[in-house]
């Protein structure tokens, strides 16, 4: 695993966008072509990799397209217990999620 000295959200960002650029150009794809194979659009694309922003959707799409789409699963891991009443089996609550 990797150790990650980040300060911001902008740099995550940052490093994000950086690292999708770099895994496109190694898969020898252009913005566009990019684009075309992920569903997203052009502009779309290239605001990514040159200011980061872009949606989530959009993201998971190009992510599924350069193979990186399993690096969701660990975006938001489950945190390991903190106290003994966890360890030995507390029920935990779980919000139930409205739709």
Known sequence: MFAFNITSPAEVIDGL??????????????????????????????????TGKISLEALVKIAFVLEAEAEFEQLFPPRPPKTIDEVVGRPVRQRVRKR
């Open 17 to 50: 966008s950086e690292r999708m650029k770099r895994r496109r150009i190694d898969a020898d794809l252009t913005q566009r072509e990019l684009a075309a194979r992920a569903g997203v659009s052009y502009g779309s694309l290239r605001l990514f990799e040159e």
